[in-house]
């Protein structure tokens, strides 16, 4: 029907005659007067895709299924969507969308390289990345690290009264602890999101005992190798009850 309608436009336009549309009142035709042939031509619109939003994947799940079979659902790393045809209107389509709101983890470390002090690392484990597990105790061997300058104008860490070089006296349980060249941060991709597992970034510690910083940097591709990992997790917990085709993309 849209393929008809542009021919004849087209023919029109090259003959210099100008379409006139007649208005008939009803909301999903067109009526189009074809000066250079005298017709009168009826066309369909089609109607705009319904468009619902879920913020829940059972919720997206039961609104997928009550659609009928979809061809195919897509996700993203803020969500998913299906297209398909509405049930309760044949030649209409329907947009579902499942809106996620993926953890802020994934920004912050995207965001590392910088060199900080002490306290400043301190600071953002306590509170911007607080909902993240570090392994090889990370976060309490930093909390308890001291920097010691040497008469030479070099470098030191202690823990307490006792100077370790790269090493890190755990007071409290009375055992070395040395800073990790490299840690393991482990999040929740979907924090408010029940039933997704967690998932992992590694990154490097590069400790500069000259100027008393730290830099926290993800390994490289690091971030992003987690963020497809959580797309698949999507897409696993919607294979469990969807049967279709479940890709990671956008339609």
């Known amino acids: 029907m849209i393929d008809q309608a542009l021919t004849l436009l087209r023919n029109e336009f090259r003959q210099g005659a100008l379409p006139q549309v007649i208005s008939t009142g009803d909301p999903n035709s067109a009526t189009v007067f074809f000066p250079s042939t005298g017709k009168v031509e009826r066309f369909e619109k089609p109607s705009a895709p319904r468009t619902h939003r879920f913020v829940t994947i059972p919720d997206f799940v039961a609104a997928v299924q ?132 967690p998932v992992s970034v590694d990154c490097n510690v590069i400790v500069d005992h000259v100027n008393a910083n730290f830099i926290l940097q993800p390994q490289p591709h690091a971030v992003e190798a987690a963020r497809i990992r959580a797309q698949n997790l999507v897409k696993q917990t919607l294979g469990e009850d969807l049967e279709c085709g479940i890709y990671l993309g956008t339609p």
């Not at 709101?101 to 400043?120: N, R, Y």
């Not at 690392?121 to 597990?133: D, F, G």
């Open 66 to 197: 009550k659609y009928g079979k979809a061809p195919s659902v897509y996700v993203q790393i803020d969500g998913a969507q299906c297209i398909l045809a509405d049930a309760d209107d044949g030649h209409r389509q329907a947009i579902i969308h499942l809106d996620l709101t993926p953890s802020e983890v994934f920004d912050e470390l995207a965001a590392l390289g910088q060199p900080m002090k002490q306290d400043q690392l301190v600071r953002l484990l306590r509170t911007r990345l607080s909902l993240c597990q570090w392994d090889k105790d990370f976060k309490a061997s930093v909390e308890i690290i001291r920097f010691v300058k040497n008469e030479s104008g070099g470098g030191d860490l202690s823990a307490g009264r006792n100077s370790l070089g790269r090493e890190v006296q755990a007071e409290v349980s009375g055992m070395k602890q040395p800073i990790p060249e490299k840690v393991t941060c482990t999040f929740l991709p979907y924090p408010e999101i029940d039933g997704i597992a």
